[in-house]
């Protein structure tokens, strides 16, 4: 097996790989406020080429329950150990945080809680309640773990009735046990499966550039569309450092345009799908995307 570190592996980017800024005064409001409260989101600490085109639209994701992980996936760089207990104020705090930065949509994600009983469901549940209370014209998402696709567990953040509910598949069926930790390819569905016949829109994302096939990536779309995904987003796979899985290709835009297409005529309501997408991108407009089915 080759070692991860081998510099000579490592692809060079090509040139749509390029981050364009899209800053507006928007933009610099959000960014003063987070600066001058010291506010904690992914956009930045996660480094997103997106941050600026999203806090333009007033969105931003969150991480709760810490920045540890009890899981140790080959893709990521969030830090594997045992985790600090929850913190109890977290949810005010969030919910303080999203109403100082004006936002008009909320992405909330975490690291996963192995050590927890509960998996965190509890701790998910109270951050929604207390954004709802604080900011009840902001809509919410949720990017959560897969609670090992226990009813239990999922049943609570469920019922705190956020505005869609994510968890990300990642990878095709293959290559899951290469890059995820602990997590299944199978049990990933469930969760999405569980969250969709409870009602939830769902949303969930591939990362592209491991060394799937075509047909992988497509049966991974029917997959998440029989599981009733209705959010479906793709973008490419980029090393955070050396020690983690290698980019085995750099897929072209005019292939990922091809995935959308295939994706919308699976009967996705929405596809973001793009060399720099990430799983929030552009999250306020796939929730405009299944209002209408929502309407009362």
Known sequence: ??????????????????????????????QHIVQEHALHTICS??????????????????????DICTRGCRFCATKTGRPLPPDPNEPEQLAE????????????????????????????ASCVRAIRRVNPDTAIELLTPDFDARPELMEIVVASQPDILGHNLETVERLTPLVRSKAKYRTSLETLRYFAQRGAVTKSALMLGLGE??????????????????????GQYLRPTLQHHPVAEYVSPEQFAWY????????????????????????????????????E
């Open 1 to 30: 097996m080759p070692k991860l570190d081998d510099r000579a592996n490592v692809l060079r980017k090509p040139d749509w790989l390029k981050i364009r800024l899209h800053r507006t005064a928007t933009y610099a409001d959000v």
């Open 45 to 66: 600490s996660g480094m997103c080429p997106n941050k600026a085109e999203c806090w333009s639209r007033r969105t931003a994701t969150f991480m709760i329950l810490g």
């Open 97 to 124: 945080s999203v109403r100082l930065m004006g936002l008009r949509y909320a992405v909330v994600t975490s690291v996963t809680r192995d050590d927890l009983p509960d998996g965190g469901a509890e701790h998910w």
């Open 213 to 234: 096939t075509q047909d992988e990536v497509l049966q991974a779309l029917h997959d998440l569309r029989d599981a009733g995904v209705r959010i479906v987003t793709l």
């Open 260 to 295: 959308k297409e295939q994706a919308l005529k699976m009967g996705f309501s929405y596809c973001a799908s793009a060399p720099m997408v990430r799983s929030s991108y552009l999250a306020d407009e796939a929730l405009e995307s299944v209002k209408p089915h929502n309407a």
